[in-house]
């Protein structure tokens, strides 16, 4: 049984930074690619960012590419979200994903494990 937890949420202005963590539990972790999406009220959950299994390779969606950054520490088994330049158009909550193969993907139905979602509200 996989267990993903994020954290790291919050509300911040416009123009800030907040860094989101994803803590994975019950597979060996390092074998595996995860991914950030996120959901905002009445719209459909989309992709963000996700990374391979060694860290090497990511991908970012237009609209967070050059402001976000994926990264993972496999030691730890967490895989992170660096938000910088928030905008009011990222408010959203953001669930993290555990894709069972090593390559990352940027479709919801391509990843098999989920985490609650964290809350992430910018304010203008």
């Known amino acids: 049984q996989v267990q993903l937890t994020e954290s790291g949420g919050g509300w911040v202005q416009a123009g800030g930074s907040l860094r989101l963590s994803c803590a994975a539990s019950?597979?060996?972790?390092?074998?595996?690619?995860m991914g950030w999406f996120r959901q905002a009220p009445g719209k459909e959950r989309e992709f963000v960012a996700a990374?391979?299994?060694?860290?090497?390779?990511?991908n970012y969606a237009d609209s967070v590419n050059g402001r976000f950054t994926i990264s993972r520490d496999n030691a730890k088994n967490t895989v992170y979200l660096q938000m910088n330049s928030l905008k009011p158009e990222d408010t959203a909550v953001y669930y993290c994903?555990?894709?069972?193969?090593?390559?990352?993907?940027?479709?919801?139905?391509?990843?098999?494990?989920w985490g609650q979602g964290t809350q992430v509200t910018v304010s203008s």
């Open positions: 019950g597979r060996t972790f390092s074998n595996y690619a």
């Open positions: 994903a555990l894709r069972s193969a090593g390559l990352p993907r940027t479709m919801v139905h391509e990843y098999d494990y």
């Open positions: 990374i391979s299994w060694s860290g090497y390779s990511t």
